[in-house]
């Protein structure tokens, strides 16, 4: 961060904060571009999680339909591999379609790397028992060969539970963990195996039993730190409203132990939270994704106590109109200067066929000193063109340069088939 004091120096104890609003009417920012648009056949359609940056520099993601066998899908994995010279076309290759019955389909999360270049993921549906996957996709020992895909467990239903909606988050060892979101959800981890050929061990860290505890998390990633993992919960909590959760280990063989960090109430504090991004300060970033009449969303900070016995304390950061400003945001992401970068699925334009708005890209910039607000600026309002519409977190990052994806659906209605965007500021 360019200026980590005022982190120190601002007034923690408030729990609400005022932001001023500095939007650029209408600005087009000419430095977006639009690097690969969906087909919606084989190509892949409706990514429904942003792509990763991997180690040789290629942007790896998921689309949640498209891919063989056709008309329909049951979903891909894609690498865009960027151009050798500036101003050419990335070039877009499917590197696995999904077969729902053998090995999961229809991911909503995105990628994880792990060690030299393997790629973690899960499927939401699917597999031999039809509650979802965890996979993994090998690339090639030699240039030009085909990535191997490994199916590294099928979820039961049971206290593992269904549905993971999470990516997965590669922990020591390379151990991988994540969360299902039914029937109440649980966290789980996935240990490699200690020799070649033997299956990975599964344990579930964390059975949800709905409120007071939590119920259903539905992160595009849980966050880690320290060995902590954090994440959030779409319902449960005090008030059934979600809430953000830590889970601690206490040691081998024992259970992990859950904290509830904040309950969201409903009110001004928003519902559904989406936990984004951990600061460098253990403060925890997230935004609210609820879109209606009187709310469209939230961005907040969490920030862990200075001492015991105090607790977590809840700043509001900024709501949402529906507006030029957007409305249900998805993951905020932190850039190299401390700020929160974000996609808010509606609001922005009201085009037909986008009858929220087509959504938008923010940023929210941290206060240059203590007492003073934060400020939301519009970065890029999508139009439903080349661009897609209904643009999906979590936002990738580097040297500078942010990567999105645009869904392409809008309501739970089929508007184009999604894209790929860059954004150098």
């Known amino acids: ?26 600005a087009q920012s000419s430095a977006i571009t639009v690097l690969h648009t969906f087909t919606g056949g084989s190509d892949g359609r409706n990514p429904l999680s942003g792509p990763i ?27 865009l591999t960027p151009p050798a010279s500036t101003g050419e ?20 999360a995105g990628l994880a790397e792990g060690a030299n270049g393997v790629l973690y993921g899960t499927n939401e549906s699917g597999g031999p028992l039809g509650n979802g996957t965890v996979f993994s996709l090998t690339p090639p020992s030699s240039p030009g060969g085909s990535w191997t895909y490994a199916v590294l467990y099928n979820f039961t239903g049971g206290e593992d539970g269904d549905q993971p909606l999470t990516g997965v988050v590669i922990g020591p060892g390379g151990k991988l963990y994540g969360a299902t979101q ?51 919960t ?119 066929p986008c009858g929220s708005g087509c959504g938008v890209l923010f940023e929210i910039k941290q206060p240059a000193a203590s007492g003073e607000e934060w400020t939301e600026t519009t970065i890029y309002t999508f139009r439903n063109e080349s661009d897609g519409s209904n643009p999906q977190g979590p936002i990738a990052q580097k040297n500078g340069v942010l990567y999105a994806a645009s869904a392409g659906v809008d309501q739970g209605t089929t508007i184009g088939n999604g894209a790929v965007l860059s954004w150098a500021p």
């Open 53 to 79: 940056v991997g180690r040789d520099g290629s942007l790896f993601g998921t689309t949640n339909y498209g891919g063989t066998p056709l008309p329909n899908g049951n979903g891909t994995i894609y690498r």
């Open 1 to 26: 961060m360019n200026n980590p004091k005022c982190l120190y120096n601002r007034p923690w104890i408030l729990s609400t904060a005022l932001l001023t609003l500095s939007f650029a009417a209408n």
């Open 182 to 232: 039914y029937p109440n959800g649980a966290v789980w981890e996935l240990a490699p195996p200690s020799t070649s050929g033997a299956a990975w061990t599964e344990t579930t860290l964390h059975t949800f039993t709905d409120s007071p505890d939590g119920k259903n998390p539905n992160d595009h990633y849980l966050q880690m730190a320290g060995g902590i993992i954090y994440g959030a």
């Open 234 to 352: 779409v319902y449960g909590g005090a008030y059934n409203d979600g809430c953000i959760y830590s889970l601690t280990p206490q040691g081998s063989g024992e259970p992990w132990k859950e904290t509830i960090l904040y309950s969201f109430t409903g009110a001004e504090d928003g519902i559904r939270p989406i936990l984004g991004a951990i600061g460098p300060y253990g403060e925890l970033y997230g935004t609210t994704d609820d879109f209606s009449t009187s709310a469209h969303g939230t961005v907040f900070e969490l920030v862990p106590p200075i001492g015991p016995p105090y607790g977590w304390t809840y700043t509001l950061l900024y709501s949402f109109t529906g507006g030029d400003d957007g409305g249900a945001p998805s993951a905020v992401s932190l850039n190299s200067e401390g700020n929160l970068i974000g996609t808010a699925q509606q609001g922005g334009l009201h085009i037909s």
């Open 89 to 108: 076309p990335w070039t877009k290759t499917t590197l696995y379609s999904f077969n729902w019955a053998v090995d999961g389909g229809t991911p909503y």
